[in-house]
């Protein structure tokens, strides 16, 4: 993955909207615009452009279906960025800093 990629993924995945749009077709993928924009405080535009930006960065893919356009959660650009970025360090490690966060946060889920 070239630098310009990972740049575009870490802008789309930098604003919490188009992290809820990405969670929300993780959850049910193949929505229209009309479903996803269902019970979202953003305009059809604002999600039109959420979304363009996601397919840009290749977090989603769009499929036609007669008139309509169906999206689907695309996770390559996110396991390209963890085995670059995450997965090189050791995972004992990360693990034993998690359970010590939850510890100081006083979460005793997960």
């Known amino acids: 993955m070239e630098m310009q990629e990972i740049d575009k993924v870490f802008k789309a995945l930098a604003d919490p909207s188009r992290r809820q749009l990405l969670d929300r077709l993780h959850a049910k993928n193949g929505q229209a615009l009309g479903e996803l924009c269902a019970g979202l405080d953003m305009s059809r535009q604002a999600v039109t452009q959420h979304l363009g930006l996601l397919e840009d960065a290749n977090l989603i893919a769009i499929e036609r ?11 390559v650009p996110i396991h390209d960025i963890y085995e670059r970025w995450i ?18 946060e006083g979460d005793s889920h997960e």
Do not use: S, Y
């Not at 279906?65 to 996770?75: M, V």
């Not at 090189?88 to 359970?99: C, I, N, P, S, V």
């Open 87 to 104: 997965r090189k360090f050791e995972q004992q490690r990360l693990e034993a800093l998690h359970d010590f966060k939850r510890k100081l």
């Open 65 to 75: 279906q007669g008139r309509e356009k169906l999206h689907f959660f695309n996770p």
